[in-house]
Nanobody, 121 residues
Framework: QVQVLESGGGLVQPGGSLRLSCAAS????????VGWYRQAPGKQREWVAS???????NYADSVKGRFTISGDNALNTVYLQMNRLRPEETAVYYC???????????????WGQGNQVTVSS
């Protein structure tokens, strides 16, 4: 009963910018962390950035200074602003949401369906 929907992917030129959105809904008591991951063909899924409910953020070294993760207080909607994109960052980008279910308090982890980002001239 937890749904994660992603949007904002598409085609962008090298050096350009794109903003991805991650929206979580369903039987959620609270969301603890939201992370963005990406996977290029033939490569492992790679962690990109995370945000916690307390507001702290963390980034992979490869995107520091170029990407920004943000969200509302409840993290129901989280964004990944990507600047100065590089061709090698062409990948399917995924959102992962971790938290606790509303009635039981049980923890959950849910993935979005993925969004294609293509960086090409």
């Amino acid at each position: 009963q937890v749904q994660v929907l992603e949007s904002g992917g598409g085609l962008v030129q090298p050096g350009g910018s794109l903003r991805l959105s991650c929206a979580a809904s369903g039987s959620i008591r609270d969301i603890d962390t939201v992370g963005w991951y990406r996977q290029a063909p033939g490569k492992q899924r790679e962690w990109v950035a995370s945000i916690a409910s307390v507001g702290s953020t963390n980034y992979a070294d490869s995107v520091k200074g170029r990407f920004t993760i943000s969200g509302d207080n409840a993290l129901n909607t989280v964004y990944l602003q990507m600047n100065r994109l590089r061709p090698e960052e062409t990948a399917v980008y995924y959102c992962n949401v971790k938290g606790r279910r509303r009635w039981t308090g049980n923890s959950f982890g849910s993935w979005g369906q993925g969004n294609q980002v293509t960086v090409s001239s």
